[in-house]
């Protein structure tokens, strides 16, 4: 890699499936966001993406001043992740790094070689993953074998969330830090693809846009949803995450109402064009880290309704619609209230851009966290 300059730090990113994120998951645009900004800082960074299925772009070996480095990997559901971070993290080890930065609690169960090899390791638990349904006993397993490696032999450990920050605390008696994601400003879309792929016309559909997995609520929300008396329809964008026979579940709840649509996994112009234009987001989580489309949701100016459990009520303060977490019942009557009261609606979409850019800024989350790797 050269001579280091003064000052300048040789950094690695793993964990991620790819970076550039890709429309992937909240992991994958954190390390994207973070890694961009650390190579525009002046570090040497390098990331690990997997290879196959799940890898990003192939022949990429440089993004925005980033080293791009592929790894072998098993691409079978829960074993790719264990696999790719295994790998990454021998490499990482034995690589010319000062700083192995680990992201999620699976791949963390490698962060002791990196740390037997001298090197500073930080974990980011983007949300505590062995409650996740999607996982089965193994993946569940490896998952808690990080989290407690990442307690053990980390240097700082990053959290997104008061709540995770106080599950560890309590667990294990280990301090963390919090730094919370941030976000971009946008510029509004006017619907043109949307119109054309799916109809959909400006403050006509209720969105919910991010991973279809058993945690985000959403067979409350369509049980909700079908109880509405609305013709506002019911746009459900995202991709699976080794959950395609939830989804399956999801299309069988659906079955019969017309109103609801499944746009599939979404990114670019259609993914902006959907935020842009939406009367309503809604995120009826019981599970989350910190919720990236949450953020991104409300940067576009939409009023949001989100379940009320602490890592949503902790972005969103008192600028969104909240409903108790696994109520259907409650739910269905903000649903309704919120297609009833578009004065209301529109109040919360005044606020939301100015408060949320106002108070994630990625900037300022890429200095904190490099502030971390210098101490």
Known sequence: MGEKKQNQLRIAFLGMKCMPALGQGGVEVVVEEL????????????????SGKQGGKKGLTTYKGVRIVNVPTIDKRGLAAMSASTVAAIRA?????DVVHFHAEGPCAMLWLPKLMGKRCIA?????????AKWGKLASTYIMLGEKCAVRFADEVIVLSKGVQDYFMKTYGRKTRFIPNGVNRTKLREADLIQKKFGLEKDGYILFLARLVPEKGLKYLIQAYRQVQTDKKLVIAGGTSDTDQFV???KALAAGDDRILFTGFVRGQMLEELYSN?????????LEGMPLSLLEA???????????????????????????QGNVEDLREKLQTACDREELVQGYKKDATEFICGKYDWDEVAKETARLYNK
């Open 35 to 50: 890694s961009t900004r650390m190579a525009k800082m002046g570090h040497q960074v390098t990331c690990y993406n997997r």
């Open 93 to 97: 080890a034995f690589g010319p790094y």
């Open 124 to 132: 980011t638990i983007h949300g505590l993953d062995h409650q996740r």
């Open 248 to 250: 399956k579940e999801l």
């Open 278 to 286: 939406a009367y309503l987001y809604t995120l009826p989580s019981d």
């Open 298 to 324: 409300m940067s576009y100016g939409n009023c949001c309704l989100v379940s009320d459990i602490a890592e949503c009520t902790e972005v969103v303060e008192d600028k969104a619609m909240v409903f108790l």
